[in-house]
């Protein structure tokens, strides 16, 4: 269970929606409603979620849109680095780090740290790792289009609670 006593989850959502629109506008693209919608129901948690989950969290406020039309709102989203893809869990998590998106490639590495026990997401983007991965590419003469790193354990909350790892593949809800 994520602890978010000390985290004022409102704020991080209105400030991740501003910076989408602000963004937006700045670079000519469309936040259309679906769009919009689909990055709010990945802003209600820290924890990656499923395109399924997304049109569930939809479906509880307005009418449940189409799989198809929240695949495409996510590949817009993803596209744009409003949002990330969990390959490891075939989920997505919205973006609410101030990393700059104008670096979005691959000297810009993403880390995500992934809870075992909670299931949240940190993500970072260490630059020193930017600089270590460039090197080991070009050592083998390889172009890397993007770098994604996932890091499997616990995260800080739930190793003050106690938890110890433990590996499994189901998700908590």
């Known amino acids: 269970m994520l602890d978010d006593s000390d985290h004022d989850h409102q ?3 209105s400030r991740a929606v501003a910076r989408a629109e602000e963004r937006c506008r ?3 693209l469309r936040l259309t409603e679906q769009r919009r919608q689909v990055l709010e129901a990945m802003l209600e948690s820290h924890a990656p979620v499923s395109a399924y989950e997304i049109m569930d969290r939809i479906a509880g406020k307005t009418r449940r849109p189409s799989p198809i039309s929240v695949y495409r709102a996510l590949d817009f989203l993803v596209a744009h680095r409003f949002a990330h893809r969990i ?3 075939n989920a997505f998590l919205a973006c609410i780090d101030e990393h700059g998106h104008a670096a979005s490639g691959p000297e810009a590495p993403l880390v995500f740290l ?3 026990n909670c299931g949240s997401a940190t993500e970072a983007e260490p630059a020193e790792l930017g600089g270590l991965l460039a090197g080991i590419a070009a050592a083998e003469g390889f172009s890397p ?3 994604v790193l996932e890091v499997r354990g616990l995260c800080a909350a739930c190793r003050s609670a ?3 790892h ?3 593949s189901h998700s908590h809800s």
């Open 11 to 13: 704020v991080c959502r």
């Open 26 to 28: 700045d670079e000519g």
């Open 87 to 89: 390959e490891s869990r």
């Open 114 to 116: 992934l809870c075992e």
């Open 145 to 147: 289009s993007a770098s």
């Open 162 to 164: 106690g938890h110890h």
């Open 166 to 168: 433990h590996v499994h």
